[in-house]
């Protein structure tokens, strides 16, 4: 019995190595510079819904990410986990309600987005292309490729043009920072906006295009980065005991419908 569990588990981590390669393979070829143009050109007119933010949880927690290796748990409790934990470590109130919201940005997969649109690790388009990406060789797929002027080293950026200017790939983070960008701190902002962009905050990539601003901010990114990571033995929140302490905190943020 041992042993067969054993297989199958190394079974599952073969399978679970190649969707995560194939993601990045799609995730790399697709996300070109108009790509990234064209939705938010598309996205960011926020005309789709008007949501508060506990109905916009709700409304993500359809949502079942069967590649997501932490699948274990609803969108709802991963928002949660998150928050709570912050929670415990005593940081102040807008700390708490950025790990509660971080990943809201996710409910562009029910507006029909593929998954190399809305998740994983982000990257720079309209300059060449970072070795320090995971699965680097992929960009090789990427139309943008073969455009001269975006693979030098600033492409279509001046130097220390600051992240504000770059046009990272498309994904949840840069959404749900438009959405909730006249409602919480720069220190916020900065956690929601450039959480998934690794490359920069966890291998010191791009930092010839970030300005004063961005620099001064990356701790905070990496401060909030630390819990948005779990184990599988974490323990699952109860979702109705914890709302009426977040409905309250929304409450002090945010206005009761957000345009999406
Ligand atoms: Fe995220
Ligand atoms: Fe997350």
Not at 23 to 39: E, I, M, P, S
Not at 70 to 95: C, N, V, Y
Not at 160 to 189: C, I, M, Q, R
Not at 249 to 258: G, V
Request: with cysteine; proline share 5%.
């Amino acid at each position: 019995m041992e042993t067969n569990t054993e297989h199958k588990f190394r079974d599952y981590e073969a399978e679970a190595r190649d969707t995560v390669k194939t993601f990045y393979r799609l995730n790399h070829t697709h996300q070109t510079l108009d790509f990234v143009k064209a939705k938010k050109a598309d996205y960011l007119a926020l005309n789709r819904r008007e949501m508060g933010i506990w109905e916009a949880m709700e409304f993500l927690n359809e949502l079942i990410d069967d590649s997501d290796p932490d699948g274990d748990f609803t969108q709802i409790e991963h928002l949660l986990m998150t928050s709570e934990a912050i929670r415990k470590d005593g940081h102040p109130d807008w700390f708490v309600l950025t790990g509660l919201i971080h990943d809201l940005g996710k409910i562009l997969c029910l507006f029909g987005e593929p998954q190399w649109a809305v998740v994983g690790d982000t990257f720079a388009t309209g300059c060449k292309y970072s070795e320090k990406c995971v699965y680097p060789e992929f960009f090789a797929l990427n139309p943008d490729s073969q455009v001269p002027e975006y693979q030098t080293e600033y492409g279509i950026y001046e130097p220390e043009t600051g992240l504000d200017n770059v046009h990272l790939s498309w994904g949840h983070d840069e959404y749900l920072y438009h959405v909730v960008k006249d409602h919480l701190p720069d220190e916020a902002l900065y956690m929601i906006r450039y959480h998934s962009f690794y490359p920069w905050h966890n291998e010191g990539a791009y930092t010839h295009l970030t300005n004063a601003k961005d620099r001064q901010h990356l701790t905070d990114v990496l401060m909030f980065n630390r819990y948005d990571l779990y184990t599988k033995t974490d323990e699952r929140p109860d979702v109705e005991a914890l709302k009426p302490y977040y409905l309250e905190l929304i409450n002090q943020f945010f206005p009761a419908k957000l345009r999406w």
